[in-house]
């Protein structure tokens, strides 16, 4: 089995999904992993990372090769059974901090901006263009591998590769398989009692549908008391979601940062007083940025001086698909797919989360059915954003960034359509200064 890890040079996560694959027997077996960046430094960290598991937990048997730029992707790619995507196009500097610095001058205020906002518009873009060029080299030169996209903005980037390329993608998140367990910790409840749980939506925003005790018993009236009453007597990390229990009746997948900058509800400069009630950490993205900086500088010096590098299976679901599809033992996921009825009243061609079966036939996602009026609500709010920051991809055309901006309800709540195009131009006038053109 060969798998190649695109952006290797995220060496946290390159350890956590490889390191995932070298403790799973039915992987090792003539397994090449192969390692691709652009970055010369970091992608050398990664292979001394990875070269470390290997010798430590699979006995030196797998053969670890190392790819440096775009001369090389080709290589890396070819043969390939499995390709893991973790880039991020533009980094910190100078990409993030233009999709934060270039809105603030309009007054627009975001808190992640990488999976929808004006930030989430241009920064699937920019990465667009270059998964382009990894889908092209993927049809020539490994046509049947799977690619397992966990780069954001994740319904854009997978509604793209699945719509508009031949790759046989499937998009992975964090927070569906902890969504759960953790809102349980948070409520004080034991999540030993969960006997059941369904979620669908779509990637970021999905819901939390069902969720009943070993017995059978509806848990959600339980949960939607405590989370009123935490709400209303201290401030938390999570109010935003709670809020969204009140108001919409359900539990959504990701982080309140992520979610207060995906309506028009919480982050209002009419209503400043909105955001220390909800506790709402403005520029949190570039505030993680520079402290994951400063932590791989520590993290570093530790793992590359000669320090003990130690791992235990993660809950990332890379390594359980290649496991499932490899020994053809059926798994369970929450994958990111093109809907095709699957979500009925949402749109065909969007992007959805939803439960797949992963065996040896790959990823089959599961028909949903309907969901709640009011969740396909909100969801339409972001795909609607979503398809046509993917149209302006497929078309080069720059009036499909202005209709994303317009669609995109924190902004549009926000700012004038004026604004709305000066901002994007701006935008787009400083992706192409920087090298990182989105048209």
Known sequence: MKLTFM??????????VIGDVLMTPALTQNLTVALY???????????????????????????????????????????ADFVVNAI???????????????????????TIG?????????????????MKEFARDMEEVCPDAWFLNYTNPMAILTGYMLRYTKVKTVGLCHSVQVCTSQLFEQLGLDHA????????????????LEVRDKDGKDLYPE???????????????????????????????????????????????????????FNIPLDEYPRRCVKQIADWEKQREELLGGGEIQ??????????????VVTNTPYQIGGNVINNGLIENLPQDACVEVPCLVDGNGVQPTRVGRLPVQCAAMNMTNINCQLLTIEAAATGKKEHIYQAAMLEPHTAAELSIDDIIAMCDELIEAHEKAGFPVL
């Open 311 to 324: 791992h235990e299976r993660s809950h990332e679901y890379a390594s359980r698909i290649m496991e499932a």
């Open 114 to 130: 990488d999976t929808l906002g004006i930030g989430g518009i241009f920064r699937g873009l920019r990465t667009i263009k270059v």
């Open 193 to 208: 009692q969960i006997g059941k749980e369904y979620i669908a939506g779509i990637n970021h925003m999905a819901w939390l």
């Open 37 to 79: 960046d652009i970055d010369k430094e970091r992608l050398e960290d990664s292979y001394v990372v990875v070269d470390s598991l290997n010798k430590k937990y699979n006995d030196n048997k797998a053969t670890i090769e190392k790819y440096l730029g775009v001369e090389q992707r080709k290589a890396a790619l070819s043969g």
């Open 223 to 277: 949960i939607k008391r405590l989370a009123k009453e935490k709400n209303a007597k201290e401030k938390h990390g999570n109010m935003v979601r709670f809020d969204y229990i009140d108001k919409l009746g359900y539990y959504c997948t990701e982080s309140s940062e992520h979610n207060a900058e995906y309506n028009p509800f919480y982050i209002k400069s009419k209503y400043p007083e909105l955001i220390e009630k």
């Open 7 to 16: 952006g290797a040079g995220s060496t946290i996560f390159a350890k956590n």
């Open 88 to 110: 991020q196009v533009g980094g910190y500097e100078p990409c993030t901090v233009m999709d934060f610095e270039i809105p603030k001058k309009y007054g627009l205020r975001q």
